[in-house]
């Protein structure tokens, strides 16, 4: 019932900083280091499965700007009070970006991270990941699972918004017949199944990640139509369907984004998708930020009947999150 949040912090107070609450978000506690590095953003992922290696713990994982810019991880066993000296997780040959973590129905932790070229433009080549069968004493990892054309840089005609591909990772912990499938999904181009065109791509593991899907295109308006489809975000819901959500301007001019919402309830064979923001915006970097920002932010998760995305725009004129509710029952089993 506690609910914890990551966030970087500058200087004087660099790195990345935990809160908690346990009060459903009323009130929240003073900042806790997690670690001091300088450091991209970071994820957390707690272990909810009764009765399995580390069950309750919560991990944290962020990319270390020093060489050879590793995946960093901290753990905590009460609830963000303390959290464990950091450990890097591995060692990249050039470099990475992004991190992104699930845990399985075995309390098993996973991780996934961009492969980077350590020279401009910094192109995300691969995906890496780890895991861990112990709750996180031991890992195993792989920097190169897969291969990747992350769309890093800019978007001309959305303001030179920065964006990038990063992969995002979930996990089936149903008692259905794909529990235990790992999915991570990435923005690409220029690599198949991506066309030249930005694309949301979707990989899957059936054996705990040991090896991996040919690419999957989720987006299914026609390839190399010259729209843009970006930023990913993924989540299975209770009923084992794989949501996957993103901005799209399918339906725009290039300037201007909605929301889309891709649903598969086979494993990602197929998937049917819903414009659900109800409003179009246009993009433009978040004065005070670093060069570009529209702000990455975008994510999605469930209760027993609804899915919860929630996204950034700007259509009132400031950027502020926003969220349609969709109930399961509605959205069906398509």
Known sequence: GTFILARMGRAPFTGLYSHYSTDNGLTWSSQKAISTDDLERA???????????????????????????????AQTDDGAKSWSEPRQLNNPSQRCAGGDIAVGPGGEIYI????????????????????????????????NAFAMNGITGILPGKANIRVNGLPDVAVDVTEGPRRGWIYIVTGEKDLAPAGSDPDIVLHRSTDGGQTWSEGIRVNRDPLNNGKTQY???????????????FYDDRNTTADSASVFLARSTDGGDTFTEFEISGH?????????????????????????????????????GVYQVWTSPLRLSEIGNT
């Open 112 to 143: 996934c991270w961009a492969g980077v070229t350590d020279q401009t433009p910094f192109k995300e080549v691969h995906a890496g990941f780890a895991l861990s069968l112990n709750g996180g004493a031991d890992w195993t990892v792989t920097e």
């Open 231 to 245: 930023f990913p975000a993924i989540h299975i819901d209770g009923t084992g369907a794989v949501n996957i959500l």
């Open 280 to 316: 179009r915006f246009k993009p433009v970097p978040i004065g005070g930020l670093g060069q570009g920002y529209q702000g990455d932010n975008i994510d999605l998760t469930s209760t027993a009947d609804k899915l919860w995305p929630v996204w950034m725009d700007n259509s009132t």
């Open 43 to 73: 994820a957390l992922a707690a272990n909810t499965q009764p009765g399995t290696p580390g069950y309750g713990r919560v991990t944290a994982g962020w990319v270390k700007f020093a060489w050879p810019f590793p995946m960093m991880i």
